[in-house]
């Protein structure tokens, strides 16, 4: 086994502390990732905190990392000690099924596993996150990274740039369309980021004016508040797509005003609580909402490359290890611009 140092909840109310455990031997299909940088997620906040009441402790958070391959195993093919890798959301899945099949592993109908917080495919075995020193997953659920970018800025890309990349992408959002994005956050930021990539005429809905500054400058066209009744008024039945990404309680029904008919609202953010929809809102005139979760591990890696290749990656925060505590205190009143990353040199 091997032996390894992060960090760790023990319980729903206890702060984030220095944890010692243990990781597998590098098996044949496997690969050993020295981890360089982790990215912070709300959603780490929700399992440790457990929101979901998913949680079983002790938790290592902890789903946006990369790092450098340290070993491989005897069967692997795709990368070799020194090359830099990326772990996102998931570490396996059955590989058999319909969704798997078609690489969309994290619908996998036969339970997938995620990078923590989870228990492995023996059914006993419990996965710990990026807040440690290293990590042990399938060749199949590694990434590659250019090596020519920072990696602490592609960290959060892992998860928030493959959430907000893969309803681009489904629902063939493009050039000539209207997207609005509700919430200018982790996940916020980057839909921006890749839909001004892909040439969206973007539109931020916020109800924090200070946002507008930020919004122009990542590549948003538009800005609206959504608290200015006015300014509401100005793009109802305006929208062809929105992509909301906030992870709190909030009104859905005002963004289905600003759609148009068959219009979609696509969810990415996942509250602790259920929201609410008006029917006759949808009904009328001929609405959609529908969700999305994160994606599967070829569209991760187009969505590296595309990245890559136009140079969108994330606006982040470095910090120690030692300030995740805090962190997780200001990301709760959104105070970072856009994404905290862990310097695990620092554990």
């Known amino acids: 086994m091997l ?22 031997e590098v098996g044949a299909k496997d690969i050993q990732i020295e981890i360089l940088y982790c990215g912070i997620c709300h959603t780490d906040i929700h399992m440790a905190r457990n929101d979901w009441g998913l949680t ?19 069967d692997v093919t795709k990368f070799k000690e020194g090359d830099y890798a990326a772990v996102g959301c998931l570490v396996d899945s059955c590989r058999t099924c ?49 090596d020519n970018l920072p990696l602490e800025r592609v960290a959060p890309l892992l998860c928030a740039g493959i959430t907000t990349y893969s309803p681009l992408k489904e629902w063939k959002i493009r050039k000539g369309h209207r997207l609005g994005v509700v919430g200018l956050g982790g996940l916020g930021h980057m839909a921006v980021k890749l839909a001004a990539a892909m040439g969206i005429e973007v539109t931020i809905l916020s109800t924090s ?48 005003t600003t759609l148009k008919r068959d219009g979609t609202l696509i969810l990415v953010g996942v509250p602790p609580q259920n929201l609410e929809i008006n029917c006759m809102g949808l009904c009328f005139p001929r609405k959609r909402v529908v969700g999305s979760f994160i994606g599967g591990l070829p569209e991760t890696q187009e969505m590296l490359d595309f990245c890559a290749e136009h140079n969108v990656l994330s606006d982040v925060e470095i910090i120690s290890m030692s300030e995740i505590n805090d962190a997780y205190d200001r990301l709760l009143k959104g105070d970072v611009k856009y994404r905290f990353v862990i310097d695990m040199a620092t554990l």
């Open 3 to 24: 032996h390894t140092k992060g960090y760790a909840a023990h319980s729903a109310d206890s702060p984030l502390s220095s944890f010692q455990f243990e990781r597998r």
């Open 56 to 74: 079983n402790y002790p938790i290592v958070p902890g789903h946006e990392i990369v790092g450098q391959v340290k070993k491989v195993g005897s």
């Open 98 to 146: 319909s969704s798997c099949n078609d690489g969309l592993e994290q619908y996998c109908e036969n339970g997938w596993v995620a990078t923590y917080g989870w228990i492995e495919r023996d059914g006993k075995t419990p996965t710990y996150g990026g807040y440690s020193s290293q990590i042990v997953v399938d060749e199949h659920f590694v990434l590659k990274v250019a």
């Open 209 to 256: 004016p200070e946002k507008e500054v930020d919004a122009r400058q990542l590549g948003a066209q538009n800005f609206v508040l959504t608290t200015d009744e006015a300014a509401l008024a100005s793009v109802q039945n305006y929208f062809d797509f929105i992509i909301d990404t906030v992870a709190a309680k909030h009104d859905l029904q005002l963004y289905l």
